[in-house]
C-alpha cells in the first residue's frame, strides 16, 4: 500500500491596496485626529496647557477709613531674573 499525499490548496495573497488609497486614508485619519484635538484645545481641556486665561479679580476699595498707600495696602513687586545679569 502506498500512501499518496495529498494535494494543498494554493493560497491566494489578498491584493495590495492602491497608493492612493492609503495615501487618502492616512490623510483623512491625520486630520479627524488633528480636528479633535484643535476642538480639546479650544475649549481649554488639554492638560498640557493647563486652564484658560484666568483673569485677576477686581480690586477693590478698602471698606475702612485708612487712606491709601500705607503698607498694608502697598503693592509688593517680585522680580525674577532667568540669566545672569552680564557686566556692565
Given at each position: 500500500m502506498t500512501a499518496t499525499p495529498k494535494a494543498e490548496p494554493t493560497?491566494?495573497?489578498?491584493?495590495?491596496?492602491?497608493?492612493?488609497?492609503?495615501?487618502?486614508?492616512?490623510?483623512?485619519?491625520?486630520?479627524?485626529?488633528?480636528?479633535?484635538?484643535?476642538?480639546?484645545v479650544r475649549s481649554g481641556r488639554d492638560p498640557a496647557l493647563g486652564p484658560g486665561i484666568v483673569s485677576p479679580p477686581a480690586i477693590s476699595q478698602p471698606a475702612t477709613g485708612k487712606a491709601a498707600g500705607t503698607p498694608a495696602e502697598q503693592a509688593t513687586t517680585v522680580v525674577t531674573r532667568t540669566s545672569p545679569v552680564p557686566p556692565p
Open positions: 493560497r491566494r495573497r489578498p491584493p495590495k491596496p492602491s497608493p492612493l488609497g492609503v495615501i487618502t486614508a492616512a490623510l483623512g485619519l491625520f486630520f479627524v485626529v488633528l480636528t479633535l484635538l484643535a476642538i480639546q
